[in-house]
């Protein structure tokens, strides 16, 4: 079987973000069931400052997420969806190390994210560790996370 060839990049137009937001809309508000205007927030705004991630395969959105500032230092890693038939291919891991490569790139030196706690092994299998208490976030358990970078 061969590895899957994905595209991972940063947004850089409206089409790209168009296609990021249709992951996230497949993956959390009709797989989840997460409201709309949970999803969907003031750091999808144009301008917002946070830097908003696609995957394609065969230039099809299959991924995507967000990482924005959220203390001098400190970045926020949200929103990390795969669509169904791409899981477990390694796309979220390619994913989450493209965001560390631009996070660095940004200067900060801590991630931090709120897993969904199913997900959480594989946020810890990336260096991750938890903090403080399992806790509801749109009607699904997370838990917090954080992670130095080099």
């Known amino acids: 079987m061969t590895q899957a060839t994905y595209q991972i990049q940063s947004v ?10 249709s992951v996230r809309k497949a993956v959390f508000i009709v797989e989840q069931e997460v ?21 394609y395969k065969d230039q099809l959105p299959v991924g ?14 949200e929103r990390v ?4 038939n791409e899981r477990g291919t390694g796309l979220g891991r390619g994913i ?7 996070a660095h790139e940004h200067g900060f030196e801590t991630l931090k994210l709120n897993a969904q706690t199913h997900a959480q092994r594989f946020y810890e299998k990336l260096g991750y560790e938890t903090y403080g208490d399992v806790f509801d976030e749109a009607g ?8 130095k970078l080099r």
């Open 12 to 21: 850089s137009t409206e089409k790209e973000m168009e296609d990021a937001l």
């Open 35 to 55: 409201p709309a205007d949970l999803e969907i927030d003031e750091h999808d705004k144009a301008n917002s400052g946070t830097i908003h991630f696609v995957a």
């Open 64 to 77: 995507a997420s967000r990482l924005r500032t959220y203390a001098p230092g400190v970045g926020k890693i």
């Open 81 to 84: 969806a795969v669509i169904k």
């Open 96 to 102: 989450m190390i493209a965001m560390e490569d631009k």
């Open 140 to 147: 699904i358990e997370h838990i917090a996370m954080v992670k």
